[in-house]
């Protein structure tokens, strides 16, 4: 027998009874996803968001938290503004995993509305005890109960205030895996403004004792990709208000393809302390290595999905009043890579008739 052509015959069965779920993000200018939900999404299947307009995201949730990203693992577009040419688009592909369960989204721009609590949610294969009307109404009803675990600055595409100073921070300068200067002292009504010029990195909020984790309501600038010799840079600015400048801000690049950056040292802080030093936050990332782990394949039962070459999984910003919208202007879009997990099934089935 055969087994390359058969190999090749399963793989192009699996490959035409797959399906494609096209879903419009900010349809009509609207806070939407069009349609809403979907159903009957099986694994090997595609959804293809494509950004439409304003500047939205596809953030995964949990049907009781809808607003909240679910883990810093979880499926995330990133901000994508539909003003770039082409329009954004991102694709996950289910696995038997995520396929097997309901999966809950929304979008986490907070300017100048809250979109999620605005109703901006979307679902894959819900069920009749979770229904996507009841999700929506959680989101719409977790506005009554909005708060932030962590204080997070005012964020947006580059436009600074006018009331302080604006601090300019070069990512990746010169290809290094740098935030140029690496730590600043600000005030409120300071704008930081992060300018990415090389590869593609992120600029992530973390904690001081856990600096490569997102952390819980952080501001993110989403995966910002320049490309190799380009002469243009994405800009993304966080504004300081007075709860954000009254402690130390930590953060890291997400990047996790080829090495994980923040592993490598690449960090940054704002108004750090004598208690608390850039140093130390920066040699706690760099130990960090010997206790996380990474890789594309998780336990909670995520789609996969991953960004533009060197890149890793994108994270943005969840539900709270004082969450920061993270409006960034970059110069390239996530794309989606084949589901590893169809093709290794794929290849145990073939392996399993040659016995």
Sequence with gaps: MNFSALFLALLSVLSVSAKTFNVAVGDNNGLVYNPSSISGAVAGDQIIFTFTSKNHTVTQSTFTSPCVKASSTAFDSGFQPAAKTPQPTFTITLNPQTASAPLWFFCAQTNPANHCQAGMVFAINPT?????????????NSAKNSSSTTNSPNASNGTSS??????????????????????????????????????????????FTSPCARAPGGVDSGFQFIPPNSTTAAQWSITLDAASAASPLWFYCAQTNPAVHCHAGMVFAINPTANKTF???????????????????????????TGAPDSGAATST??????????????????????????????????????
């Excluded at 009749?128 to 719409?140: I, M, V």
Aim: charged letters at 5%; a positive charge; proline letters at 3%.
């Design 128 to 140: 009749a005890t979770k229904t996507f009307a009841q999700y929506q109404a959680n989101a719409k």
């Design 162 to 207: 006018t009331a302080g100073t604006v601090h300019t921070v070069i990512v990746g300068q010169n290809s290094t895996l740098t935030f140029n200067p690496p730590s600043i002292q600000a005030i409120a009504g300071d704008t930081i403004a992060f300018t990415f010029v090389s590869k593609n990195h992120s600029a992530t909020q973390s904690t």
């Design 318 to 355: 969840g539900e709270s009043s004082s969450i920061p919208t993270s409006t960034s202007a970059s110069n390239g879009a996530l794309r989606s890579s084949l589901n590893a997990g169809l093709v290794v099934s794929v290849i145990g089935l073939v392996a399993s008739l040659s016995f």
């Design 279 to 305: 140093a130390q936050f920066k040699n706690n990332a760099i130990n960090a290595v010997a206790t996380s782990s990474t890789g594309s394949s998780s336990s909670t039962g995520y789609p996969t999905s």
